[in-house]
């Protein structure tokens, strides 16, 4: 930083007075900078080209309460964001750099609920904020202890995840794109993941073999898809969706959703007996949330209300389908754990 130092002198001889001005080369300047990061204490897993939310949060009345009300942080800062998990009766609120917060699940763990939580910051970026930047509540606004370390990972959270890769006739030239990009998405998701893979055409058909128990650990499971998939047949959408909700104990999580992954480039044109209500009423009862990637030929009404999100592809099949991916990889494994005690 450069600072102009004017020096006035003022010198008087016989009466008259003559104003000297001495001024200090640039070069000798000093002055002392103060650098302030805000994110210094962020630490950031990635930006998402789109949000997610897993969370049981809804902005009722009791989030209504939550906005009007004069919680503050820890410190007695206010709030910049906060999530509700209703069914739990837990509010997170966060301040400093958050933007939005999600409470995907809450599960009880010896005395102790472990709280899964998503914190979002500017741009869209999936982040960890500092302790100091989270308070937590339950429904009648008493504060609860809490203990959390940023991006600790925790061994009692499984999430599975179901992934139904359209093989029909309209899929032929996408094979290998498609493999390629679920393959690295499998490598890349963390560890606490557990993936069963179908694809569907005529009718649906298990990759990962029912004697495993239908689900494996995400990141070794890639190998699953070394077996080249072969295009043909009609779409069995609905039945693949129907098969994907149908997540059977032990890996039916109370408390976290069942994520269910379609990508597919047409709608359903073959008749198994499911409908849309059946379809809903599946969805429901298993706790799931469906992410739809259309790789073409999109109807906007043929999933209408079933969906929780739909990514449509308009121009460039692979870049939009790794930025799908990457946003669901970076979403899930930006989940954090919340130790809160009653």
């Known amino acids: 930083m450069n600072i102009q130092l004017n020096v006035l002198v003022l010198c008087f001889f016989a009466g008259s007075a003559f ?9 000798l300047q000093t002055s002392v900078i103060q650098i302030n990061d805000p994110d210094r204490h962020v630490k950031t897993l990635g930006k998402v080209s789109f949000k997610i939310d897993l969370s049981a949060s809804h902005d009722d009345l009791l989030a209504l309460k939550v906005r009007r009300s004069s919680l503050t942080l820890q410190d007695g800062r206010s709030f910049t964001a906060f999530g509700v998990h209703k069914d739990a009766g837990i509010i997170v609120l966060a301040g400093g750099n958050v933007s939005h917060v999600s409470i995907a699940s809450v599960q009880d763990n010896n005395g102790f ?8 910051g500017k741009d869209n970026k999936v982040i960890s904020p500092a302790p100091k930047d989270i308070a937590v509540f339950d429904v009648n606004f008493k504060a609860l202890d809490f203990s959390y370390a940023p991006l600790q990972a925790t061994s009692t959270l499984k999430i599975p995840i179901t992934i139904a890769l359209d093989t029909s006739g309209s899929m032929d030239g ?22 069963r ?12 073999p029912l004697a495993f128990g239908r689900l494996t650990s995400c990141p070794s499971s890639g190998y699953l898809l070394n077996a080249p998939l072969i295009a043909g047949g009609k779409t069995a959408l609905f039945k693949a969706i129907y098969s994907s909700f149908d997540l059977a104990p032990p890996y039916k999580r109370d408390g976290f959703p069942n994520i269910t992954i379609v990508i597919t480039d047409g709608k359903n044109t073959v008749n198994s007996g499911i409908s849309m209500f059946g379809l809903r009423h599946k969805k429901f009862i298993s706790s799931s949330n469906l992410f739809v990637f ?20 308009t121009k460039d099949l692979k870049s939009e389908l ?7 990889g970076v979403t899930l494994s930006g989940l954090q754990v919340l130790k809160v005690k009653r």
């Open 19 to 27: 104003a000297i001005e001495v001024i200090k080369p640039k070069e």
């Open 113 to 120: 609920e472990h709280a899964h939580v998503l914190f979002h």
């Open 174 to 195: 996408h094979m290998d794109l498609l493999v390629n990009a679920t393959r690295k998405f499998l490598a890349e998701l963390p560890s606490f993941t557990l993936c």
């Open 197 to 208: 893979l179908l694809e569907f055409n005529d009718d649906v058909t298990h990759i990962t």
């Open 294 to 313: 259309w790789a073409g030929n999109y109807q906007q009404s043929h999933l209408a209300g079933l969906a929780d999100l739909e990514f449509i592809s």
């Open 322 to 328: 790794d930025a799908f991916f990457k946003t669901l």
